[in-house]
């Protein structure tokens, strides 16, 4: 990982401040202000300002932080770009789109794409990258906005070789916790496909229990310790229970909101049951949840809320 | 806790040395047999024969072990009596049947039932217990065999006090990691209830995610390690994980034998799913999930195989 | 059949008058009122009155129609009776109560119980009359408040006899379209198990397919007419189509008021998923469609409507 | 639709002689043999000749019957053209492809796309070979091969005036039952996918229902007479009961074999679900039942077997 050390690096760029964006590029930021500027860009001109506003702050270096007019303009101007999209289609317009990121790359870039997206695409983004010389990896992320913002997500790590891994991985390692070497190209989305459909399942499952438990009469605090303590455990238990009151933190102890919303749940399980089929598998809680997040994503309460509200989608069906 | 320490415990019973008790009575003996003789009953005596050769080894004291012929046997020899039964019905025979342990239960007794089965009948041997002055129990457990030969059991207990609850903990502490006290009688098994719908979920859901990863291109250790840090996690896929060779030491790794066969999960989410009705809790997963163990447990391979061979019913679908 | 012919029946006698009871009491008394004097009984007094004003009518005979104080009222005064109770216990204390049936019955007596309750229970009650001499049969019915009240309802009669089945037959002909003989005692209850469960699987489909439809764009009138006409064709598409408009006259044509409400679907559905945990038998959507009516019956607005409101629960969640 | 009476029709032409295409045709040449010639086209020879074979009997017209090398030759030699492919991309190549029927349509053509596919594909279809101004039609089928060989088939058809549905009726009518105009092109595949989602589930409720009810002692054949009297009715309890025995012409009564395969039924209910997500609606029984048809489609012995086989699938489960 020689020729790029993070020190000979003068300026990162990200693309991409939404939910998950914006504080993993805060978390960047935090990470690497002493030894590099940052130039951003988003569609979204709010979140590039108060970006700005936030950590422009040094009357020595006014350019320290800098807002792209486009994905070629970050290109351009940094050696390091990390980009965090909805989709696979605005993957593709800001890598190939006009003033995309492409028409500025070149063997002197290391190229991070941490949306969740088909494994087609990220692999046919890999190709053209890597045709230029250009470090590119696929990098999807899990731990929702809370991991986000404590910069303890995990980073599926798809990439040409481990060098190339090696050389992104300091940069990773500001934003997340675990930095996880899946193989080749496109690997990091099936890993991160893989494991959101466990979540997603666990969750309702979480919330089936849960429910039933507080309707037979236990304390919900104590039933969550009991599960935490036993077979049942899982990730949706411990870390990010969805009865109100079990953990201070959780969405659910906030009505649900900002979090992971159903929507982007319903998005990513449909990518796992397209994959099923695709591979001959067979999904069958798999595919009953897809619907189940799929019919909360299309409740008009329900579509604004943190996927955790599957507890809240059970419980109120009874009031 | 004074009245009945356990150095003054002249003899401990032990009723139901199946798949689970078995285990449960060795780890029993081995943390007392300093300080106490045992007494044990099965309906298959060649259990009860092959415990007495194992344990009753101290020619200075032949009768360090005693087989029982029958519960009543058992009250009217041990102060302290554990018992470990399949189902409702094996319960309320060996306490309320002819030669039972009712007949020779006093106030002197502390009796822990660790049998998974209904809430009301839980409550019912405790109150009828409590009416003779006995300390009356229910602590079902969660951890399958290897929990059980480890000593690392969870008991989740409903007891009257938690005067009764300290009066146990030392007996189960010796069986089990987490001794867990859920409130008063019966709350013990609706902990348990919950732990092993989940559990039962998170199994199904972990194998078809599995199955998925592997069938997308992904080595199945790097993506169980994969899960295993990130949002998907759970106890299915850290502790028990039903793709073989993921753990040396899993259940899928021997072929599915032993452990905690399909038709006693297929039991116990029946149970989850009669308190779900009776709660008017809607349980859509764990309906499902109960329906798959229950075909499992109908056919004539899968009904010998441990619960995680759900992976073996999805994979081989295929095949 | 000779020795009761319905000729020389004098009075008979309707026990339960409710949403399914009323119109098939109405309908049993159009069908003999030239013949034979009634008497009805029902823990609500205001539909008795009501029976009584609509139907006793005649001044030459102002003993037409009468008003039991209790079910064994019934017993002395008719020689032909008919039940139509909510569920088993009800049935249990209508017979076996005090001032119950069964203490005035005789071998005189022709009793045709048409409640849906447990085969076992259904078994017991033709147990204990034959042995009074009493031809008893169960004949629970499909067809839901329309066939009720169209007197096209279907039959699903068990009997000790084809005899006894002759001898109840011209009395279930007025209230039925379809008379069945199922077979022994029991069967009748089998037989509508098992066509509940098939029906509330269909109405959910239908729902889920006439909602599919629509969205993308085609007419419902004209898809439901394609449907009927095609192998996707069932009951509930041809003649209950749970898409308001479709049908006039059809439930979902009045805000899904009146006809057979989501608990008693929910009841229906449960006596199916308990019978296949009896019979080890696999029912994955009977599960899932029992979970969604279970649902739908424990919430405030969808409790008080017809089963076919799957249609409104399904499609509303995407407003 | 007086500019093509079938009466000025030189030759008619027909592209795919598989499972389903085959009979039709058959059924297409008894009808016009005394008014037209015939060409057909199959990439799999030995279909082609025999259908030669079969049909080409008379020494006075030996062209009575061709084999066309290519869809273009179909397209230059008749002015009718049927085709009845497996999916969107054998359609897209045999219309679009080289030497497809693309290059040899002129205005003078009536061409009726009876495959199964996308509804995107169709409209695409329709929009290039009308800007031709070719007279084309989408006509997607439901009836099974069962209906196929009967000339009982239900062709739903969407066209972009009912001039053009009057014109291709008359050729319809002689391999179906009932042509139903569904509206512009494209509809005739909604209503298909509609269709079969609702045949797909209802054939497993069937199964699940049979299954239970033969489990509860219940004669098949009388409760299959039983449900076909009663709200639980379906095509699939009348026309194509899965419970060996009940329908001698069924293909349960023949080990399941021919019919319309589990891969078959897989493919459109897939495409049901995939129209689900893309409309947001809400497919909780139809998803799952997709996946039990993928799970059937993807096991070496039921991947071979009519979709009714879900009854083998379920019962068996159980030996």
Same mark, same amino acid.
């Given at each position: 990982m020689a020729d790029i050390p993070p020190a000979t690096v003068k300026r990162i760029g990200f693309i991409g401040l939404g939910n998950m964006g914006l504080p993993m590029a805060n978390n960047l930021y935090k990470g690497f202000k002493d030894s590099a500027d940052f130039i951003v860009f988003d569609v979204n001109q709010t979140v590039t300002s108060n970006f700005l506003k936030e950590h422009n702050t040094d009357p020595a270096n006014p350019d320290k932080v800098k807002i792209a007019k486009s994905p070629l303009e970050v290109a351009k101007e940094a050696t390091v770009v990390v980009t965090m999209l909805p989709a696979s289609q605005h993957v593709q317009s800001v890598y190939f @789109?006009?003033? +995309?990121l492409l028409e500025g790359l070149t063997d002197k870039h290391v190229v991070v794409d941490a949306s969740t997206i088909d494994q087609s695409v990220a692999k046919k983004v890999a190709d053209v990258l890597h045709a230029k010389g250009v470090k590119a990896l696929d990098a999807p992320v899990s731990g929702g906005t809370g991991g986000a913002q404590a910069g303890t997500l995990t980073f599926m790590v798809g990439s040409r070789t481990t060098e190339d891994f090696d050389l992104a991985k300091p940069y990773l390692e500001k934003m997340g916790k675990n930095i996880v070497y &899946? %193989? $080749? #190209? @496109?690997n990091g989305q099936v890993a991160k496909i893989c494991n959101n459909m466990l979540l997603g399942i666990s969750m309702i499952a979480t919330s089936e229990t849960m429910n039933l438990g507080v309707r037979m009469g236990m304390d919900p605090k104590l039933l969550a310790g009991i599960l935490n303590t036993s077979s049942g455990r899982c990730w949706s238990s411990? !870390?990010? #229970?969805? &009865?109100? %009151? !079990? /953990?201070? #933190?959780?969405a659910a102890s906030r %009505?649900? $909101? +900002? @979090?992971? %919303?159903t929507p982007l749940m319903a998005k990513d399980m449909r990518l796992a049951v397209n994959a099923a089929v695709e591979t001959r598998s067979t999904v069958l809680l798999g595919a009953l949840a897809q619907q189940l997040y799929n019919q909360m994503a299309n409740n008009k309460e329900f579509e604004? /809320?943190?996927?955790?509200?599957a507890y809240k989608w059970l419980s109120e069906g009874s009031k």
């Open positions: @789109g006009q003033d +995309g &899946c %193989g $080749t #190209n @496109g411990e !870390v990010y #229970n969805p &009865c109100p %009151g !079990v /953990l201070e #933190n959780s %009505g649900y $909101t +900002g @979090g992971f %919303g604004k /809320l943190d996927f955790s509200a």
